[in-house]
């Protein structure tokens, strides 16, 4: 079935909502009095109505078409999401009507550019507004709502873009004209790596990377969003944050901004396993720039949540006192927030930065001051360095730390020396590493590496670690 309604609401609805003060207050008129208030009729946009049992099916002239859906989503885009109010009040009334939108095109059995269009525009304002309002408490927002309206439109515009891709050759004659393949998948390795970086470490994203075909596999956004979901899967946080470093495209910057707490989270584990000692203080300033905080009470609340130890403008490590079961609430980021200022919500949702700006695979200086070319953290309050072994787990190379007494080795108090090849052919074995090498060292206990797990657990790596070998023979061959 194909709508023949030319506005952007049917006129019965607008009635019926006007008769029983339904109307937004995005679409009542300006001359209108609390008591009756008058619908615009240049601004009423058709409500989203779910499916009941007993309900006549929608008749053709209360069905948009898609060409009048595409002008409904640039009203919302350019006139709704631009308002000068609340973005909780903006979100509401575009999260209804999107929904709308998004409904009319299955009932359509709508599947060419126009639905693409459509899909692309939901996804990045869900995404937005994800981030926009992490802040606000369940009852102005609730993230597993958006979380799953998120998932849902990503995994169906993936699916068109793949049905695109296989049915189509050559020229595809559309509502406007003549578009070719090519220009409806213009932004395809955006959105796939968009849905890399949205379930960032989930393994059914990571197989469908491993399924697409190999030009678009090496796309750079793709690439960068496989290499940051690989490391967070490794929970190698480090790796994580110095590709975040080099993102600049909106979606994908607020994409990977829903992990923080469990990148936060991962990080102090570690640290509190490798950095456990009564003798050792580690700078609040430090910490502050290697997990992406906006201020040093920031971090401090956050290692007091955890149960980490502050003292002054300085934190205490220990393994012990660290809490697993503390619970994070996210905040704004203001690296993210000076990113977004520069652009408008239009150009964010339309993606008009997206093409020319999206995941940078390193060549990005921005927000990278504390990261050197080869991952290492490096500052001047402390020389501890972070380096990757084999790819998949890190450790804590040995060197004098100023806040030690002078000529003391870095070493002897966080238990934070590499492990050599030799050195972990010695003592007891105690725990294998992600790729499943065991490490017997009895004087370092093997805690000290990161990415390290109980040996007792099933086989010599996990499932996941298995699989990312999997990957990489795939990708390489």
């Given at each position: 079935?194909?709508?023949?309604?030319?506005?952007?609401?049917?006129?019965?609805?607008?009635?019926?909502?006007?008769?029983?003060?339904?109307?937004?207050?995005?679409?009542?008129?300006?001359?209108?009095?609390?008591?009756?208030?008058?619908?615009?009729?240049?601004?009423?946009?058709?409500?989203?109505?779910?499916?009941?049992?007993?309900?006549?099916?929608?008749?053709?002239?209360?069905?948009?078409?898609?060409?009048?859906?595409?002008?409904?989503?640039?009203?919302?885009?350019?006139?709704?999401?631009?308002?000068?109010?609340?973005?909780?009040?903006?979100?509401?009334?575009?999260?209804?009507?999107?929904?709308?939108?998004?409904?009319?095109?299955?009932?359509?059995?709508?599947?060419?550019?126009?639905?693409?269009?459509?899909?692309?525009?939901?996804?990045?304002?869900?995404?937005?507004?994800?981030?926009?309002?992490?802040?606000?408490?369940?009852?102005?927002?609730?993230?597993?709502?958006?979380?799953?309206?998120?998932?849902?439109?990503?995994?169906?515009?993936?699916?068109?873009?793949?049905?695109?891709?296989?049915?189509?050759?050559?020229?595809?004659t559309s509502i406007d004209g003549t578009k070719s393949r090519d220009?409806?998948?213009?932004?395809?390795?955006?959105?796939?790596?968009?849905?890399?970086?949205?379930?960032?470490?989930?393994?059914?994203?990571?197989?469908?990377?491993?399924?697409?075909?190999?030009?678009?596999?090496?796309?750079?956004?793709?690439?960068?969003?496989?290499?940051?979901?690989?490391?967070?899967?490794?929970?190698?946080?480090?790796?994580?944050?110095?590709?975040?470093?080099?993102?600049?495209?909106?979606?994908?910057?607020?994409?990977?901004?829903?992990?923080?707490?469990?990148?936060?989270?991962?990080?102090?584990?570690?640290?509190?396993?490798?950095?456990?000692?009564?003798?050792?203080?580690?700078?609040?300033?430090?910490?502050?720039?290697?997990?992406?905080?906006?201020?040093?009470?920031?971090?401090?609340?956050?290692?007091?949540?955890?149960?980490?130890?502050?003292?002054?403008?300085?934190?205490?490590?220990?393994?012990?006192?660290?809490?697993?079961?503390?619970?994070?609430?996210?905040?704004?980021?203001?690296?993210?927030?000076?990113?977004?200022?520069?652009?408008?919500?239009?150009?964010?949702?339309?993606?008009?930065?997206?093409?020319?700006?999206?995941?940078?695979?390193?060549?990005?200086?921005?927000?990278?001051?504390?990261?050197?070319?080869?991952?290492?953290?490096?500052?001047?309050?402390?020389?501890?360095?972070?380096?990757?072994?084999?790819?998949?787990?890190?450790?804590?190379?040995?060197?004098?730390?100023?806040?030690?007494?002078?000529?003391?080795?870095?070493?002897?108090?966080?238990?934070?020396?590499?492990?050599?090849?030799?050195?972990?052919?010695?003592?007891?074995?105690?725990?294998?590493?992600?790729?499943?090498?065991?490490?017997?060292?009895?004087?370092?206990?093997?805690?000290?590496?990161?990415?390290?797990?109980?040996k007792d657990m099933k086989g010599r790596c996990s499932p996941l670690?298995?699989?990312?070998?999997?990957?990489?023979?795939?990708?390489?061959?």
């Amino acid at each position: 079935m194909i709508g023949t309604c030319r506005e952007m609401c049917p006129s019965s609805e607008i009635r019926l909502r006007e008769r029983e003060n339904l109307l937004h207050r995005f679409e009542v008129a300006e001359d209108h009095t609390r008591q009756r208030p008058k619908a615009d009729w240049n601004k009423c946009v058709k409500e989203y109505r779910r499916p009941t049992v007993g309900t006549r099916d929608p008749r053709p002239e209360e069905i948009r078409p898609p060409d009048v859906l595409v002008e409904t989503l640039d009203y919302l885009v350019h006139s709704i999401s631009s308002l000068n109010c609340r973005w909780n009040d903006i979100y509401d009334f575009m999260f209804d009507r999107l929904r709308a939108i998004r409904q009319e095109v299955v009932v359509q059995r709508c599947e060419d550019k126009t639905a693409i269009e459509i899909l692309e525009h939901a996804v990045r304002f869900h995404i937005f507004s994800d981030y926009r309002m992490c802040m606000e408490p369940v009852s102005v927002f609730v993230p597993k709502i958006n979380s799953q309206h998120t998932q849902e439109c990503l995994k169906r515009l993936l699916n068109l873009y793949k049905s695109v891709e296989c049915n189509l050759t050559g020229e595809l004659t559309s509502i406007d004209g003549t578009k070719s393949r090519d220009t409806i998948l213009a932004h395809r390795a955006e959105f796939e790596a968009t849905y890399i970086l949205f379930n960032l470490g989930d393994e059914d994203a990571l197989r469908h990377y491993l399924s697409l075909d190999r030009s678009l596999r090496n796309s750079p956004p793709l690439k960068a969003a496989f290499d940051m979901s690989q490391a967070f899967s490794q929970k190698n946080w480090v790796r994580v944050f110095h590709k975040f470093a080099g993102v600049t495209s909106p979606v994908h910057i607020c994409a990977v901004h829903r992990h923080f707490p469990a990148l936060h989270r991962m990080a102090l584990s570690m640290m509190s396993t490798a950095f456990s000692s009564k003798n050792l203080k580690f700078p609040i300033s430090k910490l502050t720039e290697l997990l992406f905080l906006n201020t040093h009470m920031e971090t401090q609340n956050l290692c007091v949540q955890y149960g980490i130890k502050v003292q002054g403008e300085n934190v205490q490590f220990l393994k012990g006192d660290f809490k697993t079961d503390a619970k994070i609430e996210r905040c704004q980021s203001d690296f993210i927030n000076q990113i977004l200022k520069a652009m408008t919500i239009p150009d964010i949702l339309k993606g008009k930065h997206s093409t020319s700006t999206v995941i940078n695979a390193g060549n990005s200086t921005i927000g990278r001051s504390h990261f050197d070319q080869n991952e290492h953290v490096t500052g001047k309050e402390s020389s501890c360095q972070f380096t990757q072994e084999n790819r998949s787990h890190l450790a804590f190379q040995s060197r004098q730390y100023s806040g030690i007494n002078k000529g003391t080795e870095f070493s002897q108090y966080t238990q934070g020396k590499a492990l050599s090849d030799s050195s972990a052919l010695k003592g007891t074995e105690l725990y294998v590493t992600q790729e499943g090498r065991e490490l017997t060292t009895s004087e370092n206990k093997g805690r000290q590496i990161l990415g390290a797990v109980p040996k007792d657990m099933k086989g010599r790596c996990s499932p996941l670690d298995e699989f990312t070998r999997e990957f990489s023979e795939k990708c390489s061959a």
